[in-house]
């Protein structure tokens, strides 16, 4: 059994004092939950304020990008020790818009998992077509591309700890009101878990947490996590609302 994974990305939003609110909002109404953890991820400079929150509560805490060196003349970074240190548990790499936006490469995000999960964080690996990608048929081959590049050289290790976790967000449902269909994204994780067995083994792929990423809300969560192969989910603009994110959290609990 898959322990799912609830996760809000609130990505470059909030300032300190909004962090701190919407953090205490969904400690007070969150659910103390059983059958899935719950990750708030909040943006850099204000993961601090936000772990004093969090601190002593079922609520876990995330960062939304890590550096993989250690410490040294790396202007502007941010190393998997610094995170540790202030109580993060789990970062995203290679979220779309690291890789679309910010122009992050295969070479970059694999030294990112390995050096992150190295430090025991549980690693958010993302994978996820572009429109133009899905349009062209090409879906499944970028996806199987991203898996291999990101995860080489990955100790079997890091996966039996369950320290990873992969997130499938197609770009083209991201912040778009879009959201893939339930179908679909079980077609999606089913394939990613596939390919997974190859990459690792049958036995670790099904110890891997998939979570969909894309446009969730409050009405289409429960749905999607009724898919065996949707093992949670990484929400973005639902989850800068305490209501709409613990209604997704209640929802996970409920399937
Ligand atoms: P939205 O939920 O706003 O579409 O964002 C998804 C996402 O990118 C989460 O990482």
């Given at each position: 059994m898959r322990t799912k994974l609830i996760a809000g990305n609130w990505k470059m939003n909030l300032g300190k004092a909004e962090s701190i609110t919407l953090a205490g909002e969904i400690r007070q109404k969150a659910p103390k939950t059983t059958k899935s953890q719950v990750l708030l991820i909040p943006s850099f400079v204000h993961i601090d304020a936000v772990a004093q929150v969090v601190s002593k509560s079922h609520l876990l805490l995330g960062a939304q990008d890590v550096y993989y060196e250690r410490s040294g003349a790396f202007t502007g970074e941010v190393s998997p020790e610094m995170l540790l240190e202030i109580g993060v548990s789990h970062v995203l790499v290679g979220h779309s818009e690291r890789r679309h936006?910010?122009?992050?490469?295969d070479a970059v995000l694999n030294k990112k998992v390995l050096a992150a999960s190295a430090e025991k964080l549980v690693v958010i690996y993302c994978v996820g077509e572009t429109l133009e990608e899905r349009n062209a048929g090409r879906a499944a081959e970028v996806i199987l591309h991203q898996l291999k590049t990101g995860l080489a050289n990955l100790s079997h290790d890091v996966i039996a700890m369950g320290h990873l976790v992969i997130a499938y967000e197609p770009v083209w449902a991201i912040g778009t009101g879009q959201t893939a269909t339930p179908a679909h994204a079980q077609e999606t994780h089913a394939f990613i878990r596939a390919r997974l067995s190859e990459i690792v083994s049958p036995e670790l792929a099904g110890q891997i947490r998939i979570q969909y990423g894309g446009s969730v809300k409050k009405s289409n969560a429960a749905e999607l996590l009724s898919q065996p192969d949707v093992d949670g989910l990484l929400i973005g603009g639902a989850s800068l609302i305490a209501d709409e994110f613990v209604a997704i959290i209640q929802a996970a609990e409920g399937v």
């Open positions: 936006v910010i122009g992050e490469t």
